[in-house]
């Protein structure tokens, strides 16, 4: 049964950077895409960005240009590079996947991340 686990959440000042990664339990060639939401306070989930099996990725207007999502197939994980973080971007992010042959998505726990002002 696929896990994921997310992992690097924390405090940051705005304008800083900050990484977190989501673990997969099982080998990520067998995901068909993986992809980081975020959830704030009194608001609904949100697209972050995705990435394929090809390495094609899409992002969230609101993050283009400053967040980067990759793969790392060796180690079975997908990271998210935040860099100039704002206050905006607080929330807890979660990582999800879809595998090849199964309409089933699975979502990690999530990990808080939050920028000071």
């Known amino acids: 049964q696929l896990q994921l686990v997310e992992s690097g959440g924390g405090l940051v000042q705005a304008g800083g950077s900050l990484s977190i990664s989501c673990a997969a339990s099982?080998?990520?060639?067998?995901?068909?895409?993986m992809g980081w939401y975020r959830q704030a306070p009194g608001k609904q989930r949100e697209l972050v960005a995705t990435?394929?099996?090809?390495?094609?990725?899409n992002y969230g207007d609101s993050v283009k240009g400053r967040f980067t999502i990759a793969r790392d197939n060796a180690k079975n994980t997908v990271t998210l590079q935040m860099n100039s973080l704002k206050p905006e971007d607080t929330a807890v992010y979660y990582c999800n996947a879809l595998q090849w042959g199964t309409s089933l998505i699975a979502w990690g726990q999530g990990t808080q991340v939050t920028v000071s002002s």
């Open positions: 990435i394929n099996s090809s390495g094609s990725t």
């Open positions: 099982v080998t990520i060639f067998s995901m068909k895409v």
